[in-house]
Nanobody, 123 residues
């Protein structure tokens, strides 16, 4: 069982930056992928970015070039660096983890989920 806890949410201006973190306990196994999703009010999970055990990443087209996913600390901490923030980026950001080979941003590939951290846009 993996417990995921996100942090770093808040309000960000259009064009601004924000960094999110997700801590996994216990550590995530070396074969785990970790990912960020944005959860809509209808509880749909939109894949944002993922990273596998060897550091290979995958991004949604909408965030490629603006967001960067990384992991550190013996793979138990996941980060999402968001830059050039746009209004459509706002939402509940949720961290996910599961055993995988290739980085994937499909929600059905993940069994473990955090509670999320809210990111809003300010004018």
């Amino acid at each position: 069982q993996v417990r995921l806890v996100e942090s770093g949410g808040g309000s960000v201006q259009v064009g601004g930056s924000l960094n999110l973190s997700c801590t996994a306990t216990p550590y995530t196994h070396t074969t785990y992928c970790m990912a960020w999703f944005r959860q809509t009010p209808a509880n749909e999970r939109e894949g944002i970015a993922s990273i596998n055990s060897d550091g290979t990443t995958k991004y949604a087209i909408s965030v490629e070039g603006r967001f960067t996913i990384s992991r550190a600390g013996a793979r138990n901490t996941l980060y999402l660096q968001m830059t050039n923030f746009q209004p459509e980026d706002a939402g509940m950001y949720v961290c996910a983890a599961d055993i995988c080979r290739a980085a994937t941003i499909f929600p059905w590939d993940y069994a473990y989920w955090g509670q999320g951290t809210q990111v809003t846009v300010s004018s």
